[in-house]
């Protein structure tokens, strides 16, 4: 996870890059598992949160639907579209993400071209007003009343804190109040998701990146978001749902998606209550056949959940030959709309929501 291992992808140059692309996007054969169901959710009010590659994740779904999105958890990830290239967009087919690969791992994950300007957070909030204005994205005013957290463990390495500090400013520039944000900087923790009382020490930087610093990451982001929720449970008593991603791919050939994902569903939630929804976004190394269920099961989204009446979304990315570790798209591997709503991966993830907001049968 110290690079999101976008590097193997770099080291094979241009033309195996462009091949390994066809091999990892092959179809995954898996045997059939249980459709999502529908749960008349009210997705209105949907939140989103990730760590690492899912930090960009969670800030390119929020800016391309932010009239769904309410709030947005940025746990280790940078400003929205950081590691586009400046010349990407002259670039055909997989050869611009190939482009975007050295910008992602040194100026927005290490903050090694800072001397360069990057990021450049005012730029970066002018090419997403550019994207709002174009309509490939929803429109900025959308974002004016959302709540973002924004967390950087002082151990981190991977993601330095001058980069979550860079995704701060960002949010300020397209207009968000100071008051509706929070920049969490004063834990010990290395590269993970923070728990109160699971996972590796707090400092780690390791599989399964969970650690426990004795602090309720999952509550602080849902109450920053929803405000006063009431306590959390000890232990959820709902059921972690295994469903088929495979029909919200449907014509999808290069979407670096799993076959398989997870959501969490309060007993409440499943039977008549109008729960609302929140998107969790694994990181790099994290998927279930990287790490199996340590974050959904330890993240304590469960837990808040039943209490709550949340339904818990745990999309899931592939690992593949370009991206073994089974990282969320930032820096265009599934082609040129990865920022926007025609993005793959944001297009399948928001038919999620949009069938768990269909009504119950």
Known sequence: ????????????????????????????????????PSLAANTTETSVSGISSGAYMAGQFQIAHSKTVVGAAIIAGGPYGCAESAFSDMMLGPGAAFLNLSKAINGCMLNALAIWGVPDVEALA??????????????????????????????????VPAIVAAAYEFYKRLGIPENQLTYVSNLPAGHAFVTADLGLACESTGNPYVVDCDYDQAGNVLKHVYGDLAPRVATPSGTFIEFDQRPFLAGKSNHGMENRGVAYIPKSCAASTTCRVHIAFHGCAQNRENTGEQFIRDSGYANWADSNAFVVLFPQAASSPVNPQGCWDWWGYTGHDYLTRDAPQIDAVYKMLEHLGQPRP
Do not use: H, Q
């Not at 094979?12 to 890059?17: A, I, K, N, T």
């Not at 005013?141 to 709540?147: A, F, H, K, P």
């Open 1 to 36: 996870m110290s690079t999101l291992d976008i590097r193997t992808a770099a080291k094979y140059g241009v033309f195996g890059f462009l091949a390994i692309v066809v091999a990892g996007n092959a179809a995954r054969a898996d045997e059939a598992a249980a459709p999502l």
């Open 126 to 159: 002018e090419k997403t007003r550019k994207l709002a204005a174009s309509g490939r994205i929803d429109p900025i005013e959308n974002l004016l009343d959302d709540r973002v957290y924004l967390f950087s463990g002082s151990n981190d390495r991977t993601v």
